[in-house]
């Protein structure tokens, strides 16, 4: 049982940089979304999705991007790095909404 | 604006004691409330509350909601060194996204042998 697999699991980027988190699942849950987890804040949404093909913003999406072309795979995408994007990412995915989610084991970001 | 806050931030005491880990919130639209327990990096469920069960017990854990309060208490009796964690508690408060979950920023416990 896999569970849900981000990759990587360190990067470090320069400033300017792009790059793709993978995030993926194998437990055919519909819902999955995309978190940064930051020192001494709560964890925040950047996107999610209810299923392939649909993907909302959640409250922090400004510099990234995803899709959803099939319910195992939801990538994210940072388009133009910057310091602020400095963080712990969580991928994270569950079989109705916000019921019980399942976490990635999380990807450790650094821009430089 | 909808806020999650827990408190204490940290916590240390000896295997054996117990604990209790507070969440107070203000949001719009309450829906649920939800208990994770994070160790070195992936949060893992630990309790879902709603209005319609406001206690849940696991083992040694055990959670209550006082929607009168607006809070969640999170205990934890006769602790265990692998119950050092970060301790996150969620509401789930549907407004425009309905997928919004507003986080608390965490209690962490160190338990010491």
């Known amino acids: 049982n896999a569970g849900v697999t981000q990759t990587p699991k360190f990067q470090v980027l320069k400033t300017g940089q792009s790059m793709t988190l993978q995030c993926a699942q194998d437990?055919?849950?519909?819902?999955m979304s995309w978190y940064r987890q930051d020192p001494g804040m709560g964890l925040r949404l950047i996107h999610y999705?209810?299923?392939?093909?649909?993907?909302d913003q959640g409250e922090v999406p400004n510099g990234y991007n995803v899709s959803r072309s099939t319910t195992e795979d939801f990538p994210l995408r940072l388009l133009s790095a910057a310091p602020s994007q400095t963080s712990v990412y969580f991928c994270a995915s569950s079989y109705r909404g916000n019921e019980k989610l399942f976490f990635g084991s999380g990807t450790q970001l650094s821009v430089l | 604006e909808d806020k999650v806050v827990q408190s204490p931030l940290s916590l240390v005491v000896h295997e054996g004691d117990t604990v209790t880990l507070n969440c107070s919130y203000e949001v719009t639209n309450f829906r649920s409330l939800l208990w994770y327990k994070q160790e070195k990096k992936a949060p893992t469920f630990l309790f879902m509350l709603t209005s319609s069960g406001i206690e849940k017990k696991s083992g040694r854990l055990s959670s209550i909601l006082d929607k009168k309060e607006l809070s969640s208490i999170l205990n934890i009796t006769a602790t265990q060194t692998g119950d050092s964690a970060i301790y996150l508690c969620a509401v789930d408060s549907p407004l425009d996204s309905n997928y919004q979950l507003i986080w608390g920023a965490g209690t962490k416990l160190i338990i010491k042998p």
């Open positions: 437990m055919n849950h519909e819902y």
């Open positions: 999705s209810v299923g392939a093909g649909i993907t």
